[in-house]
Every structure is written in C-alpha cells, then in structure tokens.
C-alpha cells in the first residue's frame, strides 16, 4: 500500500514539474527574444539567467550562469571613478536607471551603457528570498548624438549673444530719443514690443548656454558664505518694481536666525531667481511671499504666490526639458519650458531639495533646501 501511495503522489506532481518547466523555458524564449540585455542575479549579485543580448553588450563569449556579476562587468561613471557594481545591485531597494555609465572592456575599448536595476522580491522572511532584474543598452550612438547637439547649442548660444546684446542697446537709445522727443506714440510702442521680444530672446540664449554647460557637465560650484538674508532682501527689492507693475504685492517673510550659507552663490541666486520671475509671470492679482529659516545645517527658502497654480498632471513634468502647460493661462505668457529644467539641473548640482505645492486657480509654493557644502 505504501508503495501505491508513493507511486501516486509522484503521478501527481510529474504534471507539476512539466508545468514549472514549461514556464522556464517560456521565460527563457521571451528574455532571448529582448534585444536589451538581461541578466538576473541572485542577492549575492551571482547570475541565474541572461540571453544573448547581454553577453554581446557585456562582450563575453562564454556562459556566466554562477558567476559573479563583477568579475565580468567593470563600469565608470562620467568623472571615470570604478563602480562597483556588485554593491552597487546589493544596495538597491526601488527601480534605479541611469544613462551614465560607460563599460569598459579587456581589450581597451568602452561603451554607454543604459543601466536598469530592480530588486525583485520572491518571498517575505526566506533566505534567498530577494533577486535582481538588470537591463543593459549600448547608448553610445544617442551619447554621441547628445554631445554634438550641446555642442551646437553651445557655440549657437555663444555666437548670439554678440548681436542681441546690440539690438537690445540700440532699442533701447531709440526709445530713449523717442520719449524726450515726444515722438509717435505709434512708434513708440512699436519699439517697446521690439524691445521686450529681444529681452526674451537674451533670457533664452541665456538658459541655452546654462543648459549646454549643465548637460555636458562642465558647470563646477565654487562654494562662498552667503548671506541669504541680505540675498532674498535685495532679491526682492529687485523684483518688487516688476510686481507692482502688474498690481502684485510682494512680501518677505525672513527669519532672524539665518546664518551664513555656504554654497555656490551664482547658482543660487539663479535657482531662486527662477521660481521667483515664474511666481510672478504666472500670477495676475493677489500677492507673492518670499521666505526663509535655517533647517538642518543649511536653509529652508519659499515662493509662495496666489497664481494660477499647476494642475496634479503637470507637476509631474514642469521640470521636464521644453515643457510648458497646455492650459490657456500658461499659454498666454512667453516661455522655453527650459527654465525649471536648467533650475532643476542647478539645484542638484547644489545638492539641494525642490518640494511643490499646487493648486489650479489657487496658486503655488515651492519650497527649496540648500544645504552648506563642505
């Protein structure tokens, strides 16, 4: 009887294991059929399985099931510094990608590499519960393409500014003539149209250049004591005449106890700069309030307007390149979609955090954190 039962209950379970390993290969059929490479790894960072596509952007020509993942590929960031990939998979816990990463192989060689790490848990409590999905790409086509196209904006930027730096002059004297003369009003407004549309353009020459410097990572900071109380107060000094033109209130809510910052003072300045020209670009009627205290070795500074505000949707992406709303409110004003984007790309470089805080028609606050940089 013990031997029918045994003789049953592996009858049961042969469908069982026919079934497991038909899905197997079923895995392995569509993870061959990716033109990415795949590799997953166990949480020792030991592969399980790839496909073909990996060992080609990997450059091996040999199996690597039970091997580990750093005795085989050898990365470098941007600033060529190693890393160490196995630590580097070990210490991931969410979704990670980056496009920042070059391959280097034995013979010399390199490549850009599109990197994608994703833990996958498999069982809660259980050793050899945690694995790890990897993609990889060979991007150096598209890296190639990007630094010719930074380049290009970069030289463009540089060329124009020569020539719309003239026209703003000249503009500028002829209107000047225009009004001590008393001349056409006709004119006269027509020069003033010409003069804010060359404005417009230096502002975007201007966030041109930042961004090719910025995406081609040559921008540096050189950190400096700053004094963000005397900073925000002449900021706003500034910026009031351009509030009260359009009926605007501006308000300054600084506390006592700010010490000096120490960080980059240009970057700074233009960060805070942006939100600040934004709030009021984008409000109509109401009042605009910059603030700031110190928080945790660095300080806390706040925009807050009653404009327009962002819609949810949207301010998932205003810090996207190019992006703009596709809200009437938003479309009635001039603008690149590139100034929150060359913001954002200053504020890492600052180490600093960019939290926002919207509403549709009642207004927006964005709140940064800079830390000193030691």
């Not at 190693?82 to 280097?104: A, F, G």
């Not at 209130?249 to 934004?278: A, C, P």
Request: charged content about 25%; some cysteine; glycine content about 6%.
């Amino acid at each position: 009887m013990a031997k029918i039962k045994i003789t049953d209950a592996m009858s049961d379970q042969a469908p069982v294991v026919e079934s497991a390993q038909f899905e197997h290969q079923r895995l392995l059929s569509l993870i061959n059929s990716m033109i990415d490479g795949v590799v997953a790894v166990d949480e020792s960072a030991h592969v399980d399985i790839y496909n073909g596509a990996a060992l080609n952007i990997l450059d091996v020509n040999s199996a690597i099931q039970g091997q580990s993942l750093g005795s085989f590929c050898k990365l470098v960031d941007s600033n060529s510094q190693p890393i160490d990939i196995v630590e580097l998979v070990r210490s991931t816990t969410t979704s990670y990608v980056s496009r920042d990463y070059i391959i280097l192989y034995p013979d010399g060689s390199k490549a850009n590499i599109y990197l994608s790490i994703a833990p996958v848990h498999l069982g809660y409590g259980k050793a050899g519960s945690r694995s790890y999905v990897i993609v990889l790409r060979d991007i150096s086509h598209e890296k190639s393409l990007e630094e010719e196209r930074d380049e290009f904006i970069s030289v463009i930027s540089h060329e124009l500014r020569t020539p719309i730096a003239i026209a703003e002059g000249n503009i500028s004297n002829a209107k000047f003539i225009v009004e001590k003369s008393h001349g056409d009003a006709k004119i006269a407004k027509a020069l003033e149209d010409a003069h804010q549309q060359t404005l417009f353009l230096a502002e975007m020459i201007n966030d041109l250049s930042t961004l090719s410097r910025a995406e081609r990572g040559v921008l540096t900071v050189e950190a400096e004591s700053i004094n963000i109380h005397d900073l925000l107060t002449e900021m706003a000094h500034n910026y009031e005449p351009e509030a009260k033109a359009k009926g605007l209130r501006l308000y300054t809510d600084l506390s006592r106890n700010l010490e000096l910052l120490l960080s980059g003072k240009l970057y700074v300045h233009e960060v805070l700069q942006n939100f600040i020209t934004n709030a009021i670009k984008y409000t109509d009627k109401g009042h605009i309030t910059i603030g700031a205290k110190p928080q945790d070795k660095g300080v806390i500074v706040w925009i807050e307007d009653t404009g327009i505000g962002i819609s949810k949707t949207d301010q998932e992406r205003i810090y996207d390149k190019f992006f703009r709303a596709e809200n009437y409110e938003t479309r009635k004003t001039s603008g690149t979609g590139l100034g929150l984007y060359v913001t954002m790309k200053l504020a890492r470089l600052l180490h600093a955090e960019i939290t926002t805080k919207s509403q549709l028609g009642k207004g927006s606050k964005f709140t940064i954190y800079l830390p000193n940089l030691q």
